[in-house]
């Protein structure tokens, strides 16, 4: 809320076909439209005073960029008289907003608006997505009336996407013939493009395994039996051992990020040939060199290799591979099998993703903090459909999830949506209770609660003998700080409680926290000690 766009907010007192949700902070409003735009697929918009109002957006929109999440951010300025001056709540906003952002512009003229406004949308929603800032001084706004003719998004942005060259096709599937252990490596392109569908129909044709990047689990139906789990930083070592063993990768909408790959040869090997298919050049070979690189939409390009084999059927992947993928594949579930035996108390949080896996519907939406509990559910979540999975990804952004959660009940209401917390990142959004009560978000939260600096603590006890310091919390009973704001909540400390929490949180009616207290010794093995234990030892 903000005195800076008052005009906008008078306005939308008679225009009722937009919603507006007004929220307790501004990077709980960021996270929401993240969420919003990552589970519909369109623009979402936000909407900040100047000064403090913007400046508490930017790890919002930090997330909405490393996701490439198609959120307009709209500040209001003070008077461009004023501008240069040191004014009320004067910020170079639009320097601040470059680093993550698609475009960051101040609109100093009224008459400019709808174009820049069409400029804006433009650019979130053509090639790899991603956010915009736009900053408007208060007076801009104030007493005007501007005819516009409304244009419909195929009149200002491309609407078809970009083809693969029809040789790039033909070497794809040349290399992709001539390995013996081919491998699919599954980015977030996948899921923007629509293209899960064409991806399950183009591994079936040639029995090639399936991996996915980091956050990117959802990209692929998990119980499908080439799907061997995530790669990456808590991702699943079954994955990681397959990504190892593999003698060519296809990277799939995936820039092959610092949690998906470390930029190292722990997953990746040395001289294995790459094919790396993208809609943003920028990506192609960056970080390893390329076999081959397509600078295509993902779904094109899959559309594209179909149809090849259409004309020039391959050979499926070599039988010795697809036994061993396979062997990997039930190595990974009887492992997780094995953690729905776990009684002890507290509860380990591998117990509680297992009764999650079991009581989940399969069209639930799950938001993941940052930190050490969340960090469990990278391998052990299950997901069957796309746009079911929002993380802060390489942002690593604590508070993410609760918000996010929010905006993603918005985009689909029928959904069952939960947000899994541990106890640090909880508090860091919290007061979005109350913006959940208030407009009937009815969200599940689940917090893990270890009191403790979970990430950091983990490397305290591996890499500093547990000399910890700034480490450990101490917490309310998140269950009773829920019903204080109205919501619903629940205080779970054994394990054959989990699963029927879970399910009354879901159809309680309303908001709801459940708290789940977890051992605070178990503490997830931090993702750089390979590198750190070379380093001692080499």
């Known amino acids: ?37 990552r589970i519909t697929g369109g623009p979402s918009v936000c909407l900040v005073t100047s000064g403090p109002g913007a400046t508490n957006l930017l790890t919002g929109i930090a997330a909405a960029h490393v996701a490439h999440s198609p959120v307009v951010a709209i500040a209001g300025g003070p008077l461009r008289q004023h501008y240069g001056r040191d004014a009320f709540q004067e910020f170079d906003l639009v320097s601040i907003f470059k680093p993550v952002t698609k475009l960051s512009v101040g609109v100093h003229q009224p008459e400019r608006l709808p174009e820049m406004l069409r400029h804006a949308l433009r650019l979130a929603m053509s090639g790899r ?11 801009v706004l104030t007493d005007q009336v501007i005819d516009v003719e409304p244009l419909s998004p195929a009149q200002y942005r491309p609407q078809h996407p970009v083809p693969p060259p029809p040789a790039a096709v033909t070497q794809a599937l040349r290399l992709l013939g001539e390995a013996q252990r081919p491998l699919l490596l599954v980015g977030g392109g996948v899921t923007w493009s629509e293209a899960t569908d064409a991806l399950v129909a183009f591994a079936e044709r040639l029995h090639l395994p399936m991996i996915t990047a980091y956050g990117r689990n959802d990209a692929v139906p998990n119980a499908h039996p080439l799907y061997l789990g995530p790669l990456g930083r808590a991702g699943a070592p079954e994955a990681a051992e397959a990504c190892r063993h593999a003698d060519l990768v296809l990277a799939l909408g995936s820039r092959l ?6 930029y190292d040869h722990r997953y990746l090997q040395p001289g294995v040939p790459l094919i790396q298919v993208d809609l943003d050049s920028r990506d192609l070979g960056r970080i390893y060199p390329v076999a081959l690189g397509i600078q295509a939409d993902v779904h094109e390009t899959l559309r594209a290799l179909l149809c090849e084999l259409d004309r020039h059927p391959g050979s499926p992947a070599p039988a010795a591979w697809q036994e061993m993928t396979q062997a ?14 776990l009684n002890a108390v507290p509860l380990k949080p591998q117990r509680i993703y297992a009764e999650l896996r079991r009581v989940l519907p399969p069209q639930t939406i799950v938001a993941l903090d940052a930190g050490a509990a969340p960090a469990y559910g990278y391998d052990r979540l299950h997901f069957s459909q796309p746009r079911t999975f929002l993380t802060p990804l390489d ?28 106890d640090g990142g909880f508090l860091m959004n919290a007061q979005e209770l109350e913006t959940a009560v208030r407009h009937e978000i009815h969200v599940v939260t689940l917090v893990l609660n270890n009191h403790c600096w979970g ?33 619903q909540g629940y205080y779970v400390e054994y394990p054959d409680q989990i699963g029927d929490a879970v399910q009354a949180a879901l159809t309680c009616g309303k ?4 708290e789940f207290p977890i051992d605070p010794e178990e503490l997830p093995t931090p993702a750089t000690t390979p590198r750190q234990h070379a380093a001692v030892t080499g």
Do not use: C, W
């Not at 990997?328 to 729905?340: N, T, V």
């Not at 950091?456 to 310091?469: P, S």
């Not at 908001?511 to 459940?514: E, Q, R, T």
């Open 511 to 514: 908001p709801a926290v459940v």
């Open 395 to 422: 942002l690593g952004g604590l508070g993410f999830a609760f918000p996010a959660a929010l905006g993603a009940k918005l985009g689909r209401p029928q959904a069952p949506v939960v947000a899994i917390h541990g």
């Open 328 to 341: 990997l594949r039930q190595r990974r579930q009887a492992r997780l099998a094995a953690e729905a035996q």
């Open 257 to 262: 990020g610092h949690f998906t790959t470390f």
């Open 455 to 487: 990430s950091e603590k983990a490397y305290q006890k591996h890499f500093y003998q547990g000399r910890y310091i700034g480490a450990d919390l101490g917490n309310p009973r998140f269950d009773r700080l829920a019903e204080l704001f109205g919501a």
């Open 129 to 139: 997505k991603g956010p915009v800032f736009l900053d408007i001084p208060r007076d």
């Open 1 to 37: 809320m903000g005195s800076s766009f008052l005009e906008v907010l008078d306005a939308l007192y008679d225009d009722r076909s937009l919603t507006y949700i007004n929220v307790r902070h501004e990077q709980g409003g960021a996270f929401m439209a993240d969420g919003l735009a």
